[in-house]
């Protein structure tokens, strides 16, 4: 069964950092592009970041660029997101999914949830 | 960046009804779309890949269609469990973006 685990949210300050980790199992986790994407509470879900196979090419959407970085350890089958100077408006539910670049995702994890205040 | 619209934002219907969403891309992207099926506090389930295949293990009482600019997701009687909030996103070119949800509400 493919299970994909989110862990490492919680209650930061404006300017601090959080790490969130993916555990993926039940399949081959290398074979797979992994995806973070965010939900603000009541809102709609925003993509966040991609990351490749290998690790070899990473994406981010505009708002994360030069605060989030993507990565993955293929030998622990885990999906990290590092996120630095975080803003108020970083405050979302944080999920991790699983795809292939042409054939979208079939899979996502439950969510951790990320509140950036004072 | 490609803006995905999708409409209507809500929409009421009854039990064994039939349901269309529609998904349009301000710019051509294939088939490079997805649907997905989110209920109030769960993450999201992947629907649809590649604008009109089924993921497995979902019904076919799920189907999509379309190609470049225009895309729907269709219902077929309607159930309980399938009153939720419905998205699209392309994944053709970064970054990948979403519509902004229909709510399929009783």
């Known amino acids: 069964e493919v299970q994909l685990v989110e862990s490492g949210g919680g209650l930061v300050q404006p300017g601090g950092s959080l790490r969130l980790s993916c555990a993926a199992s039940?399949?081959?986790?290398?074979?797979?592009?992994m995806s973070w994407v965010r939900q603000a509470p009541g809102k709609g879900l925003e993509w966040v970041a991609n990351?490749?196979?290998?690790?070899?090419?990473?994406y981010y959407v505009d708002s994360v660029k030069g605060r989030f970085t993507i990565s993955r350890d293929n030998a622990r089958n885990s999906l990290y997101l590092q996120m630095n100077s975080l803003r108020a408006e970083d405050t979302a539910g944080y999920y991790c999914?699983?795809?292939?670049?042409?054939?979208?995702?079939?899979?996502w994890g439950q969510g951790t949830l990320v509140t950036v205040s004072s | 960046d490609i803006q995905m619209t999708q409409s209507p934002s809500s929409l009421s219907a009854s039990v064994g009804d039939r349901v269309t969403i529609t998904c349009r891309a301000s710019?051509?992207?294939?088939?490079?779309l997805d649907w997905f099926q989110q209920k109030p506090g769960k993450a999201p389930k992947s629907l649809i890949y590649?604008?009109?295949s089924l993921q497995s293990g979902v019904p076919s009482k799920f189907s999509g269609s379309g190609s470049g600019t225009d895309f729907t997701l269709t219902i077929n009687n309607l159930q309980p469990e399938d009153f939720a909030t419905y998205y699209c996103?392309?994944?053709?070119?970064?970054?990948?973006?979403f519509g902004q949800g229909t709510k399929v509400e009783i």
């Open positions: 990351i490749k196979q290998d690790g070899s090419e990473k």
């Open positions: 039940g399949f081959n986790f290398t074979n797979y592009w």
């Open positions: 999914a699983r795809g292939l670049r042409w054939l979208g995702t079939d899979y």
């Open positions: 710019q051509g992207i294939r088939n490079y």
């Open positions: 590649a604008a009109s």
């Open positions: 996103q392309q994944y053709k070119t970064y970054p990948q973006t």
